[in-house]
């Protein structure tokens, strides 16, 4: 599996289980199916951003500090359009989701093949 890939389907299990820890906050039980999918979509681009960023660059710190970046962003535009309520419920695991997604597409995966004309003589 190439790196992109990977970052799709971990982003996507890790937002899903990110949005299904909305149920320990009461008050957004009753929007539980949207928060989740929401949730999975937002891993789901960190996971395509830390994939593609595993592509260009071999640095394992590098992948996870670009991981926390983009997942922190994300979550940061997920808290300002809902008014800034539950700022460190969203951020910090969005934040994680990121790191994590981060690490795996810099470990795991294959990378990014050469065209022969490209490589050297």
Known sequence: MNKITIGIL?????GAVDGLTAWFTP?????????????TFKGMIAGVAAGWFARKVDSIVG???FG????????????????????????????????????ATQRYGRPALIPASAQPR
Do not use: D, H, Q
Not at 10 to 14: D, K, P, Y
């Open 10 to 14: 971990l982003g996507a299990a890790l």
């Open 27 to 39: 008050e957004a039980r009753p929007e539980m199916i949207g928060i989740v999918i929401g949730s």
């Open 63 to 65: 992948g996870v500090f």
């Open 68 to 103: 926390l970046l983009v997942g922190a962003l994300l979550a940061y535009a997920v808290v300002a359009m809902g008014g800034g309520k539950y700022f460190w419920e969203i951020v910090l695991p969005g934040s994680a989701v990121g790191a994590i997604v981060g690490w």
